[in-house]
């Protein structure tokens, strides 16, 4: 069935970390143990904390890693150093697309959030988008509300600078039945923590929907 559109002064929250050391204490849908139903029932977001996973997450394939993290570090340094110095070189957001090339860290997620009654069916609708092909890369759900009792759902691209996808997967979210506004961020801006009000202007949700 269709998801009611989730409250779209939700997702004006950016308060959310998706961090990448948090993944080894979730739940992954394994298809060669069970089907795609009989993992939903069994880890419906709603009822999950308990189990003590801060995620529950269906998925395509792994996801990549960082090629040479302390070099994708150093040369970020670098770039924070220029903005500082006499020159003060201002950094762009293309300065973090090539970074984000440079070290193959392309991917990112549109951010939905759903109100504690849809969770679970949100995510399920996602889940087995996903397994169809209709999605990108993987879904993910955290498993504790927020303190507005929301749950936040992260839908994964493959490549942040490609847009035809980035748009073509916004688009099946709304075919789904996702209303309001959602925005889009990519993974390095959390991986070089840049958030919101950074000394450089840079926008870390660099795709929105309204």
Not at 76 to 83: I, Q, V
Not at 155 to 182: A, K, P
Request: glycine content about 8%.
């Amino acid at each position: 069935g269709r998801i009611p559109p989730f409250n779209a002064k939700n997702t004006q929250r950016m308060g959310f970390k998706g961090g990448r050391g948090n993944r080894q204490q979730q739940i992954t849908f394994d298809p060669a143990k069970e089907t795609i139903d009989v993992f939903l029932q069994q880890n419906k977001p709603s009822q999950a904390k308990q189990s003590g996973a801060h995620w529950i997450e269906v998925k395509l394939r792994d996801r990549h890693e960082v090629q040479n993290l302390p070099a994708l570090k150093s040369d970020w340094e670098n770039l924070c150093s220029n903005a500082k110095g006499p020159q003060r070189r201002k950094i762009t957001e293309d300065d973090i697309v090539n970074l984000a090339r440079r070290y193959s860290h392309v991917e990112g997620r549109w951010m939905v959030f759903v109100s504690a009654d849809a969770v679970d069916d949100a995510f399920a609708a996602v889940s087995k988008a996903l397994l169809s092909g209709q999605l990108g890369t993987s879904v993910r759900v955290a498993t504790s509300p927020d303190a507005q009792n929301s749950y936040i759902i992260l839908v994964s691209t493959n490549d942040f600078t490609n847009q035809q996808d980035v748009q073509r997967v916004l688009q099946q979210l709304r075919t789904l039945g996702f209303g309001g506004t959602i925005n889009y961020k990519a993974e390095i801006y959390t991986l070089l923590r840049i958030s919101a009000g950074n000394p450089w202007g840079l926008r870390p949700c660099i795709y929105k929907s309204v």
